[in-house]
């Protein structure tokens, strides 16, 4: 299936491309490349910088060719000197500190404060913090009774496992 | 988050589009109560750096640190700072219901900064509720509530007790100002038809004014009519400083209230990391100070700061580009149409802007482009294809107008639900093609022509009786 989307997308761009003229496909492209401001912030807060080892940077690409306002805004990390999107918690876990242990509230709350900075997903404003064991329930935001936020698991030293966002938590 | 997107839709209706972006003077950390002293370059702060919390002095004029104090800080979290005119500094600390979780008044503290020391100066024993705001005005302190409810509680600094603030119940104190060592009051029970009231200043031994302005508390939110905002009109000059007070005058502020105060929505409307913002916590004549995610920024709003911080090399930026154009595909074509050859002097393109989210999911984002004497422009609003109509189109019979409706449809094509509403007419010097229906109100494109067809004017309205 993939490879026929491929197919066919290929196609749709070769039979587009070949309707526009060289200098037509020239004049677009500059017009396009001027209509589109992107803004880039490195993330230096030091939350994030005491949690993860790693560059990470706020993306902003605000398109001028239309008048809603609307932009695009995406977290970026560093790598082999090529960027990657920070889709998911599970995609931080490689970047955090090789030193950073969770073993109490304060490191909890530290680790939630960063990816609030990182990910749409924590920017909710409930801040309870539950432990049980190995698992941190890091809550951060309740609708309708129902609690989303990440489920992070160390082993025994405290080193986080793994890490992912949960919908409708049991605490 | 659904309350900041509001906020930035009505603040976008103030907002003049070609507003000069305004980049921090200052950005820190962990910071918890900030004032910015009128009239000077001082902005005190509780840092809540390292074990405990301290106060810190930061030269907004040199952008640096200043002075820190090393003095034990009370308990219970700092809420405001209020410099007076004494050379002290006021705390005032805010504890929890045990009850309920909810803020309430703790106590208030003075500081020394000369002598680096703190003195607990008032505690409540009793359930006070946490104030909206604490500004000083000679030897009081004014803790604030809602404003058009209740009186302000005042606080008297040399015998150190809440007193009175006024016999009168009608009075309610809509700012102050140390500077002028007043309160600028209204009577609620003067509020007219029009939402407007009579406005006056009170001295600190309570002597009232004459009127010396108006306040209207009127706020008119909308896309097609006249916005309005509060303000004050002022019909004595010798209290032009009014609405500047009014504007500083209480702090934080967060969402709607932003736009209540007008100085305050324009200096933010230029800040050029506005979307961060979700509170302002302090100003002055000169500064503004807000705070987000953790973060807390300076900005000089009489000289804005139109240099961006560089915080990405070059080499991150060339990166962060790739990144970009990898992901993001731009689909380009012709809109091909004899109809469209016929009604324009232009060449027409159709761009979609294709982003891949991830997981084979994609947005999709359609625009238009013109070319006309060698210019490529992207059509932002309909009403610029007047411009471009050939010179020899005249819309002046139902040929012509149907040359024109298929002009419409090669560059706007008409979704499945749309196909049947498609028509046009004329009526007086107009013409009217329909393009569809919204909540059974006729939306489409209205041309008004002159007596030889020559199109004069051409608009889209989305309800056309």
């Known amino acids: 299936m993939k490879q026929l989307f491929f197919l066919l997308a290929m196609f749709l ?45 706020k993306v902003k690409t605000i398109p001028h060719y ?33 030193e950073f242990r969770l073993n109490s509230q304060a490191e909890a709350s530290q680790l939630k404060d960063a990816l ?56 | 988050m659904k309350r900041i997107y509001l906020l930035l839709i009505v603040l976008a209706c103030f907002a003049s589009t070609n507003a000069q972006k305004n980049y921090p003077i200052l950005t820190l950390e962990e910071i918890g109560a900030a004032t910015i002293v009128p009239d000077e370059v001082n902005m005190i702060v509780v840092e809540n750096i390292g074990e405990v919390p301290n106060l810190a002095i930061y030269d907004l004029e040199k952008r640096e640190l200043k002075q820190k104090f090393d003095v034990k800080l009370p308990e219970n979290p700092i809420a405001y700072i209020a410099p007076s005119d004494d050379g002290l500094l006021y705390l005032v600390t805010i504890k ?18 000369k002598s680096n020391k703190l003195k607990e100066i008032y505690t409540e024993e009793g359930v006070m509720p946490m104030p909206s705001s604490v500004s000083a005005v000679k030897s009081k302190l004014v803790l604030s509530g809602r404003i058009f409810n209740e009186h302000p509680q005042i606080f008297n600094i040399k015998t150190k007790a809440f007193e009175d603030f006024s016999k009168d119940e009608s009075l309610r104190v809509l700012c102050t100002s140390d500077v002028h060592d007043s309160y600028v009051i209204v009577k609620f029970t003067e509020l007219a038809d029009d939402d407007s009231l009579p406005v006056y200043v009170m001295d600190f031994k309570n002597n009232l004014s004459q009127t010396v302005g108006f306040f209207s508390a009127d706020m008119v939110i909308s896309t097609e009519g006249e916005n309005k905002l509060p303000g004050f009109t002022i019909t004595n000059p010798d209290y032009n400083w009014i609405s500047q007070a009014f504007d500083n005058g209480k702090f934080p502020l967060s969402g709607f209230s932003i736009a209540s105060r007008p100085g305050i929505a324009e200096k933010y409307n230029q800040i050029a990391n506005k979307f961060d913002i979700q509170e302002i916590n302090a100003a002055n004549e000169n500064f503004m100070a807000a705070s987000g995610k953790g973060q807390f920024w300076v900005y000089n709003t009489k000289t804005p700061n139109t240099i961006k911080p560089k915080t990405v090399s070059d080499d991150e930026m060339e990166a962060i580009h790739a990144y970009l154009k990898n992901k993001i595909e731009y689909l380009k074509n012709p809109i091909k149409s004899a109809a469209l050859d016929k009604v324009f002097a232009a060449k027409f393109y159709s761009v979609t802007a294709k982003t891949d989210l991830g997981d084979n999911s994609y947005t999709e984002s359609s625009f238009i482009v013109y070319a006309q004497n060698g210019e490529y422009q992207v059509l932002l609003e309909e009403a610029e294809l007047k411009s471009l109509v050939a010179p020899s189109f005249k819309l002046d019979n139902e040929a012509s107008a149907a040359s024109f409706q298929d002009a ?58």
Not at chain 1, 32 to 37: D, L, P, Q
Not at chain 1, 139 to 149: R, T, Y
Not at chain 2, 100 to 105: A, I, L, N, R
């Open chain 1, 13 to 57: 761009s070769f039979s587009a491309y070949s309707q526009l003229s060289e200098t037509e496909n020239k004049a677009l492209d500059e017009l396009i490349a001027s209509k589109v401001e992107i803004e880039a912030n490195a993330l230096k807060a030091g939350v994030v910088k005491n949690t993860f080892d790693a560059a990470f940077f």
């Open chain 1, 66 to 98: 239309n008048n809603n306002g609307g932009y695009r805004e995406i977290v970026l990390v560093k790598k082999d000197g090529k960027m990657l999107e920070i889709m998911d918690a599970e995609t931080l876990v490689p970047f955090i500190k090789s």
């Open chain 1, 116 to 171: 609030n900075l990182l990910l749409d997903s924590a920017t909710g404003s409930e801040d309870e913090i539950v432990q049980k064991g190995n698992q941190w329930i890091l809550v951060c935001e309740e609708w309708f009774g129902e609690k989303n936020g990440f489920v992070v698991e160390t082993d025994s030293n405290g080193k986080i496992t793994t890490m992912n966002y949960v919908s409708d938590l049991e605490i």
């Open chain 2, 96 to 113: 929890r219901n045990e009850e309920t979780g909810v803020p309430m008044f703790d106590a208030i503290y003075s500081f020394n900064f």
């Open chain 2, 408 to 465: 419409l449809n090669a560059l706007y094509p008409p979704g499945t639900f749309d196909v049947k509403h498609i028509q046009f007419y004329k009526k007086d010097a107009k013409w009217y093609f329909i393009r569809g229906e919204s909540f059974s109100k006729k939306k489409g494109f209205v041309v008004s022509v002159d007596e030889v067809g020559e199109i004069e004017k051409l608009e889209n309205q989305s309800e056309i009786d």
